[in-house]
């Protein structure tokens, strides 16, 4: 019924104004054309759900993680692991599900082996952040059941600089002591090069939570950190360098980049417990848990006390990209990339004393987590007078590897072949864009029986097949729709595969199982758009049909209420294998009070909307922009089961006012409490988050400009937690934090 009154608000609201007043004409000085550069596309008019980012909105607000950077638009939440972790969620989708791409192609981290693993895309000086929801966006990837996310720079120029330009920033933020350098430099050297160089410094400390905002188990005396006001081992420190050149002409272009990422930061939480997920599921975080008595003999809290777990990363990636203009007969043009990187993160432990990162290693040897790939590709436009057509061929080989005292999985590779076929074209009618795809995926790995040591050795070798239409109609000159239909095929990713072992950023033993079947999305969107100049509305209705789901399920003490599961037998064939002989909680008591989970497939069924309706007004010398929106999605498995870990439904009010150089913004996201709950969670209680900025700038003699923003977030220091996330209780949002932001250009 929710669904259904919101959808209908809001599509009663566009069709309210279609009939409205003439529309006042656009300012065309005030519009921008919007390119979107993609690894498929490249065109200014895609039909699929979209978002494009300005890059002035990353630059002016403060540093934080990509998801928290996205988190406040439509269909878009995230998982957080802390501050420094927030891995992004499309439309209840995650993990392998979700593509984060770096100007066109799959950055390849760790983020994928792990919830307490960021993405390492460095954010300074970026031109825009796309996000594309739904299956539709497999144009650009494959297995993007829920969507992509590409961040776009110019570190290697498309088109001449205009000339010398020097950017100098500085920035520090209150509720972690933050402080921040950057500085980027472009030119075109000797009216021919262009040269483009950048530098990022940030240093984050451990973030401030509101009081009492930690919820510890019930098996836990009170102890000092309960009384902490901050959340210990959240601190984040990173170090970015870039650089690149290119040469462009009517020819078209080609260059080279280079790009460094190192961080550090802390893990805030070590699970090595059952913690709170086994509690009454129908209780909420401030409620006490009896129930957890017989848990008191559990010491295993103390472990690593006075102990530091941190993580270190380390990112290289040599970049090639390049455009040939052929103007044949059949072939326009030919893009081409490729790309090299080099990846690792290690977890280490240290004396917390000092923060001394290399004391106390001897105790417990660091896990070191490691991805290489090679990456290339080629784009060629096909296109006619009629016709926007490109055929993409790419090829991806990728070793992956975990080595040390928490290694949960053995070295795996992974290798990718993909053909892409994508067609856009007017016909009267409607609009039609039409994309295809075929990915020939071979991933290899091993699995170990701990009890005898035996090693068994796989190898999943694969096509995949995915096709997205969209048809699209102007209804009116200021309303269109858009339908649009997708399947996409997903292989299961290495760690669903291979996974075996203590994975102690969840708290839980993980079994994977090789003979998982890939899964088959099958996706249908309607969206409404409405713009006459001063009123705008957009809503969007969703259906996503997974067959095959994968998901991480924990076996419950209770093993009856497992009961009506019985007709999944046919999904536990790797019940055969040595793979499940770790799952048994009696074979190793070391890892006894971890919960047992388990890679597991069923059918499940995901359904949404987002709408947002706003408007603009003259007020003062200014213009003042107001909007309402709201999303939620609800998933279920096929059994009538919750999905796990799904973000409840959120409102969004905002509030822009712009006048000359001045530039205020206000956000409220009203976020809903979660009491649709999987197996095994607790209730999340809702929570408002208030933020603000503030952005002046000021022109100065010689071209030159100094740009000022202050900013807040969480100004109500409301205790907050993503009810997505698998620290929930023990790391909550941060709390009020505010700030200043100066960047100088000249």
Do not use: C
């Amino acid at each position: 019924m929710k669904v259904s009154f919101y959808m209908l608000m809001a599509m009663s609201l566009i069709v309210t104004q279609i009939n409205a007043d003439e529309p006042a004409p656009l300012d065309t000085e005030k519009v921008d054309e919007v390119v979107v550069t993609s690894s498929i596309l490249n065109t200014s008019r895609i039909l699929n759900p979209l978002y494009v980012i300005d890059g002035d909105e990353i630059k002016d607000d403060a540093t934080t993680s990509l998801g928290e950077a996205v988190d406040s638009y439509l269909g878009v939440s995230i998982a957080d692991y802390g501050a420094a972790v927030g891995q992004p969620i499309i439309r209840g989708m995650s993990g392998p599900r979700v593509k984060i791409l770096k100007n066109g192609m799959v950055n390849r981290d760790v983020s994928g082996l792990g919830v307490d693993h960021l993405n390492d895309v460095d954010l300074h000086d970026i031109e825009q952040i796309e996000i594309i929801k739904g299956p539709s966006s497999l144009l650009y990837a494959n297995g993007t059941i829920g969507g992509i996310i590409n961040v776009v720079n110019n570190t290697i120029a498309r088109e001449d600089f205009d000339g010398q330009e020097v950017n100098a920033g500085l920035e520090t933020q209150s509720a972690n002591d933050g402080d921040i350098q950057e500085f980027n430099y472009k030119n075109l050297l000797g009216g021919w090069l262009n040269f483009s160089l950048g530098y990022k410094n940030t240093e984050l400390g451990n973030f401030d939570i509101p009081d009492n905002a930690v919820i510890h188990d019930d098996d836990h005396d009170d102890h000092d950190e309960e009384m902490l006001s901050y959340v210990e081992n959240s601190d984040f420190a990173s170090e970015a360098k870039q650089f690149g050149i290119s040469r462009t002409g009517d020819w078209g272009y080609f260059g080279i980049g280079y790009d460094n990422l190192e961080s550090l930061y802390g893990i805030p939480f070590h699970g090595d417990d059952h913690g709170d997920e086994h509690a009454d599921p129908h209780a909420t975080e401030g409620d006490d848990h009896d129930d957890h008595d017989d848990h008191d003999d559990h010491d295993d809290h103390d472990e690593h006390e006075g102990e530091r777990i941190f993580s270190t990363t380390d990112q290289t990636s040599y970049n090639l990209a390049g455009l040939y203009n052929m103007n044949g007969s059949l072939i326009n043009s030919v893009s081409y990339n490729w790309r090299d990187t080099e990846y690792s993160l290690t977890e280490a432990h240290a004396e917390e004393e000092g923060h001394d990162d290399h004391a106390g290693e001897d105790e417990h040897a660091p896990t070191v987590f490691t991805n290489d790939a090679t990456e290339y590709g080629a784009i060629f436009d096909l296109s006619t007078d009629a016709f926007t057509q490109k055929v993409a061929l790419n090829f991806v080989d990728e070793d992956s590897s975990i080595v040390g005292e928490e290694a949960f999985m053995n070295p795996a590779n992974n290798e990718e072949f993909t053909f892409g076929y994508f067609v856009s074209t007017d016909l009267d009618l409607f609009y039609l864009d039409a994309g295809f795809r075929l990915d020939q995926i071979e991933r290899t790995g091993s699995v170990t029986d701990e009890d005898h040591g035996d090693i068994d050795y796989y190898k999943v070798d694969d096509d995949t097949n995915s096709f997205a239409l969209t048809l699209g109609r102007d209804i009116s000159d200021s309303l269109d729709i858009s339908l649009g239909f997708a399947s996409v095929e997903r292989l299961p990713s290495v760690i669903e595969l291979f996974m075996n072992g203590p994975h102690m950023a969840t708290g839980r033993l993980e079994t994977g199982n090789p003979n998982l079947q890939s899964e088959t999305s099958d996706n249908f969107d309607i969206t409404l758009n409405f713009d006459n100049g001063n009123f705008y509305a957009t809503a969007s209705y969703y259906i996503n049909d997974v067959d095959n789901y994968i998901t991480l399920q924990d076996e419950l003490d209770d093993h009856d209420d497992h009961d009506d599961h019985d007709d999944h037998d046919d999904h536990d064939d790797h019940d055969d294998h040595d793979p499940n002989a770790s799952a048994d909680p009696h074979a190793h008591p070391e890892h006894a009070n971890l919960i047992h989970a388990n890679y597991i497939q069923e059918d499940a069924e995901f359904k949404g909307y987002e709408f947002e309706i706003g408007t603009t007004l003259s007020l003062g010398s200014g213009d003042l922009t107001l909007s309402f929106g709201r999303d939620e999605v609800d998933a279920e498995f096929s059994d009538g089961h919750n999905v796990p870990r799904i973000n409840p439904a959120r409102n969004i009010y905002s509030l822009t006012y712009v006048e000359n150089d001045w530039v205020f913004k206000m956000s409220l996201k009203d976020v809903d409490e979660q009491d649709e709950i999987g197996e095994g969670e607790t209730v999340t209680e809702s929570y408002q988050m208030l933020n603000a900025r503030l952005t002046k700038t000021y022109d100065l003699p010689g071209s030159a400009e100094l740009k000022v923003s202050i900013f807040g977030s969480n100004l109500q220091d409301e205790v907050a937690r993503n009810h997505s996330s698998f620290v929930k209780n023990q790391v909550p949002l941060a709390g009020r934090n505010y700030g200043a932001k100066f960047n100088y250009k000249f």
